[in-house]
């Protein structure tokens, strides 16, 4: 699947270690997605189709080119037709659950009978209104709907298990660009979004005594945020960026029975914030950013400061040498549980709820270096990182009384990322490998002893080719991944009373899935 719109994506720049204060609420990495931003000279429409989905797009300049509507539509057709890239794509995903095993029985024992059904919608509409040279102004809105359905049906012993999972993101924001003159500039933006993810589970059995078990879990967020960023030209070897947010975080959770009112947390979290950054010109070799971050959580009490430092040193137009460390906090955490749909179901809750969960923190520190002679460039960047403040819950499946807060941990991250990167006149290459580490320390689990995050995958290679020929747009990706880690159940037990299992394991995370291997290949055609 893309990760993205692809037609509509201006530009898209990943932080993956030692981002600057602009970029707050985050302890690992940034993605910064900009969709369209300027107003096209002409009409651009493009429409593509692949193995999974099919979408579509339209760049639209109005109003004399001081205006642009941009449309943009994706839907997967998987819920209709069951490719074979998404059948494998199903099989990978949906190991080890339920739904593996129900498809595995169903060959194996009559009356049984079992279907998935996925399919997901992305939509996004965008206004660009830019009256003159130094103003511009934009609205946009967007929905992400993705639906799974899960049927299983046991005619032996009449049971029906039922289980549907909702995500929800929809949203919209206004912005301002002003250039009050050529050394300073303004951008002024509110925003406004929704994220919902619910899931039911429904287990009827209607053998002898009818048992019937119907349960529902939503976890939704809702992010009002006002932010102000502006740049300053001080002096051509001197510039400063500084800016202000204010952002109202509500995180709810609801377990109950359908039917009845159940257990329901809202937490509320007011946070204001303000980043200042300098940006200092040595010259024309080195350059060096300090820079801070100040970050207040009315609700949560909580006053923390986030420094920051950059260092760039470029001896000459080939050799760059990079150098960069800060402190990074994060109000909103996401806990991961275990469920027996194959899937992880992703908990958001908020510093200091009624969970008792901590403030994450982080360090980064990383060092690294660019080569770069005509169109060759060879990237090479270490890193390491400390965290404090995980969070872990109960790996059993949905179960309100276990959903507190079982451990606050730590964990350490580490790794490589080598990049090598060339172009001709109608082709580019580029290929790049990453070996890191992920380790997580809880003193309740795995006897106190480190053990492998679940997004430790060391190995990751990949290699992208690109080929244009006139009209036509040829592109080959290819990518190689160590499997992910897991933890494997070595016996199951459930107590007097209840519904759910406990499961028993020996070490954490001691196990790994096979190697992930991926490619893709798409034809573009420019009319």
């Keep these: 699947f893309d990760t993205f719109a692809r037609y509509i994506v201006d530009r898209v720049q990943v932080y993956r270690n030692g981002f600057g204060a602009e970029y707050g609420g985050r302890v690992s990495s940034v993605i910064d997605i900009h969709s ?11 429409a593509g189709i692949n193995f999974t989905h099919a979408d579509v797009s339209l760049v639209q300049p109005l109003a004399n080119k001081k205006a642009a509507l941009v449309l943009s539509a994706r839907r997967a057709y998987t819920d209709l037709i069951e490719s074979p890239t998404y059948k494998k794509l199903s099989q990978r995903i949906f190991q080890h659950g339920k ?3 129900a498809q595995g029985a169903i060959k194996q024992e009559d009356g049984l009978d079992a279907a998935v059904d996925f399919n997901f919608t992305d939509l996004h509409a965008k206004w660009l209104w830019k009256p003159d040279k130094n103003n511009q102004f934009a609205l946009s809105g967007f929905g992400i ?39 300073f500039s303004t951008s002024a933006s509110m925003s406004y979004t929704k994220v919902k993810n619910t899931l039911r589970f429904l287990f009827d059995e209607r053998n002898q005594d009818v048992f019937s078990h119907d349960f529902i879990q939503a976890n939704n967020i809702r992010d009002f945020t006002f932010r102000l960023e502006n740049k ?12 202000f947010l204010r952002s109202a975080l509500q995180v709810s959770q609801h377990w109950a029975d359908v039917g009845e009112e159940g257990e329901k947390i809202d937490s509320y979290a007011n946070i204001y914030s303000g980043h200042f950054t300098m940006n200092f010109h040595l ?22 400061s986030a420094p920051r430092l950059s260092l760039v040193y470029q001896p000459s137009k080939k050799w760059q040498f990079r150098t960069s460390a800060g402190r990074y906090f994060q109000f909103i955490s996401q806990a991961i549980e275990l469920n027996d749909l194959g899937l992880n179901q992703e908990m958001w809750i908020l510093a200091g709820s009624d969970r008792n969960a901590p403030i994450t923190k982080s360090l980064h520190y990383s060092s690294g270096f660019l080569y770069t002679a005509g169109t060759f460039q060879l990237e090479l960047e270490g890193y390491y990182k400390r965290l404090s403040g995980l969070t872990s819950f109960s790996p059993v499946f949905i179960n309100s009384f276990r959903l507190d807060i079982a451990a606050e941990g730590t964990g350490r991250a580490w790794g490589i990322d080598l990049l090598l990167k060339k172009k001709w006149k109608n082709y580019e290459s580029w290929i790049s490998y990453s070996y890191g580490r992920v380790f997580y320390n809880f003193d309740i689990y795995n006897e106190d002893n480190p053990f492998p995050a679940p997004n430790d995958r060391p190995h990751n290679l990949t290699s992208m080719h690109q080929l244009k020929c006139k009209n036509w747009n040829f592109s080959l990706s290819w990518k190689f991944a160590s499997g992910k880690a897991y933890t494997q159940a070595d016996d199951l037990y459930i107590e007097d009373m209840e519904f759910f299992p406990d499961y028993a394991y020996d070490r954490a995370n001691a196990n790994r899935l096979p190697v992930f291997l991926r490619l893709d290949a798409s034809v573009l055609y420019r009319f």
Excluded: C, M
């Excluded at 300053?232 to 800016?243: E, P, R, T, Y």
């Excluded at 010259?283 to 923390?304: D, H, M, Y």
């Design 36 to 46: 369209v931003e300027t107003i096209p000279d002409r009409t651009n429409v493009n």
């Design 283 to 304: 010259g024309s070799t080195l350059r060096i950013q300090p820079g801070i971050r100040l970050t207040l959580a009315k609700e949560q009490n909580q006053a923390v």
């Design 99 to 101: 739904i593996d095993d």
């Design 232 to 243: 300053l030209s001080v002096h051509k070897n001197f510039d400063l960026q500084f800016g």
């Design 145 to 183: 709907f993705d639906q799974l359905n899960f049927r299983f049906d046991d005619s032996n012993d009449n049971i029906q298990v039922r289980d549907k999972v909702d995500l929800d993101n929809f949203g919209g924001s206004a912005k301002w660009l002003k250039n009050w003159n050529s050394n």
